[in-house]
């Protein structure tokens, strides 16, 4: 299959300043797309936009909290007035709280479902109508294997990304009419700064989940992948039963 040419695209990433979002945002760079790198920490988000310096693209710092609603819409906003367009927005912001639920605090569970579901819905919300106006785009959630199966201590984290997996069936939905492309992506574990322990050393890395959102948007025009899950492979000896 033959992709299609980023270059010179306008693309969204949540969630940029680290792990699978840095990652994202560095190789759309390099295929030339214009990034707007989206997360709160301004000085990790200006640290990327000198690593891709050298790259065919550019990564603009887009210093933001997507759980504040009208920040998101002035950003959007100004990304449309500058461009003129939004070719993707990928919603790639999560963070999870693990345990027991009764252990878990109010404010543990507030903040995974402001983060991983309502930071989606705004950012969805206010890019929404410019695809539906230019009768094209595509949006790419990153959710995950918790989103597809549930596990004991995961019980906020689940509840998350399995909603994440129904806003996205709903979109897809909504926005098939208007030329617009929804995808999702589930990655199992990942080598990233996530959860109360180090990742696996076997686990997948940030480049491998980040290469596939690229393959997601640079599909052709008539190809759609609708749903990724992503696995990494267990080396034999720590297989169950060895």
Same mark, same amino acid.
């Given at each position: 299959? !033959?992709?299609?040419?980023? %270059?010179? +695209? ?7 300043? +680290? ?33 891709? =310096? ?26 449309? %007035? !500058?461009?003129?367009?939004? =070719? ?14 009764? !252990? ?5 569970? =507030? ?18 109508? %410019? ?30 990304? #399995? ?5 996205? =069936? ?7 009419? %208007? ?14 700064? #996530? ?48």
């Amino acid at each position: 299959m !033959e992709l299609q040419s980023i %270059h010179n +695209k306008v693309v969204l990433i949540t969630g940029a300043s +680290k792990g699978i979002g840095r990652a994202m945002s560095l190789l759309f760079a390099d295929k030339g797309a214009t990034v707007y790198a989206i997360a709160r920490s301004e000085s990790q988000l200006k640290e990327l936009a000198t690593e891709a =310096d050298n790259k065919q693209g550019c990564i603009i710092p887009s210093p933001c909290d997507i759980r504040d609603s009208s920040a998101i819409e002035r950003l959007i906003g100004q990304i449309v %007035h !500058e461009e003129g367009r939004i =070719d993707a927005l990928v919603n790639n912001a999560g963070l999870g709280h693990f345990g027991p639920i009764h !252990e878990l605090t109010e404010a543990q569970w =507030d903040e995974m479902m402001d983060v991983n579901l309502k930071g989606v819905f705004l950012c969805t919300k206010y890019t929404v109508p %410019h695809m539906i106006q230019q009768q094209g785009g595509h949006i790419v959630n990153i959710s995950s294997v918790a989103g597809t199966v549930t596990f004991p201590g995961g019980g906020g984290y689940c509840t998350s990304k #399995f909603g994440l997996m129904a806003f996205t =069936d709903v979109l897809t939905q909504e926005l098939k009419p %208007h030329n617009v492309k929804v995808s999702v992506i589930c990655p199992g574990s990942v080598q990233t700064e #996530f959860g109360q322990s180090a990742p696996k050393e076997y686990a997948l890395r940030p480049e491998e989940v980040a290469y596939m959102a690229y393959q997601m948007i640079a599909a052709p025009e008539h190809v759609i992948m609708n749903q990724l899950i992503m696995r990494p492979v267990v080396p034999q000896h720590l297989q169950k039963g060895k």
